[in-house]
């Protein structure tokens, strides 16, 4: 059974930084690309970015690319966000999802809540 | 990027009915469009890609149709658990967008 859970989410200040987590279990996470996706709490859905099955390639949403960086460690099967000069926009429900080769997000996690305030 | 306009954004239903949800794209994305649902407390569940291929374990009252810009997922004769929040998303390119979703409630 595919399972990912995210952790790392919390309170963190306007201007932080942020790692979040992501482990996966039950299919071979090094053959697969990997996205996180946020959804706001007005529900609003937003693609973050994804990663190369073997971490060489990454792609990011234009209005994220500067602050947002996504790697993952295959040998531990885990995703990471790290967020850096976190703002208030950047509250939200953190999203560990596998990407389908064609693109589509067929397994998601459970979300990890961050909220950013002072 | 595409913007994916969906609607209804609302929808009341009573169980036994049909209903369609729809989302259009800015520009054209050939078949390539994903649909999700989300219900409390349980993973985001994908149920349709490309357009109309369902996701193994997708019941098949589910049905999604449509090409270019214009595309529908259909529930045919509604069960209590198909309640929850619909989510229409272009995986044809970059950036990967979805649309503003769909509460379906009784």
């Known amino acids: 059974e595919v399972q990912l859970v995210e952790s790392g989410g919390g309170l963190v200040k306007p201007g932080a930084s942020l790692k979040l987590s992501c482990v996966a279990s039950g299919f071979t996470f090094s053959d697969y690309w990997m996205s996180w996706v946020r959804q706001t709490p007005g529900k609003t859905m937003e693609w973050i970015g994804d990663i190369k099955y073997d971490g060489s390639y990454t792609h990011y949403a234009p209005s994220l690319k500067n602050r947002f960086t996504i790697s993952r460690d295959n040998a531990k099967s885990t995703l990471y966000l790290q967020m850096s000069n976190v703002r208030s926009e950047d509250t939200a429900t953190y999203y560990c999802t596998r990407t389908n080769p064609y693109w589509y997000f067929d397994f998601w996690g459970p979300g990890t809540m961050v909220t950013v305030s002072s | 990027d595409v913007q994916m306009t969906q609607s209804p954004s609302n929808l009341a239903a009573s169980p036994g009915e049909s209903v369609s949800i729809n989302c259009k794209a800015s520009?054209?994305?050939?078949?390539?469009v994903a649909w999700y649902q989300q219900k409390p407390g349980k993973a985001n569940k994908l149920l349709i890609y490309?357009?109309?291929t369902l996701q193994s374990g997708t019941p098949s009252r589910f049905s999604g149709s449509g090409s270019g810009t214009d595309f529908t997922l259909t529930i045919r004769n509604l069960e209590p658990e198909d309640f929850g929040l619909y989510y229409c998303?272009?995986?044809?390119?970059?950036?990967?967008?979805f649309g503003g979703g769909t509460k379906l409630e009784l």
């Open positions: 520009k054209s994305i050939s078949k390539y």
């Open positions: 998303q272009q995986h044809n390119e970059y950036p990967r967008t």
């Open positions: 490309s357009g109309s």
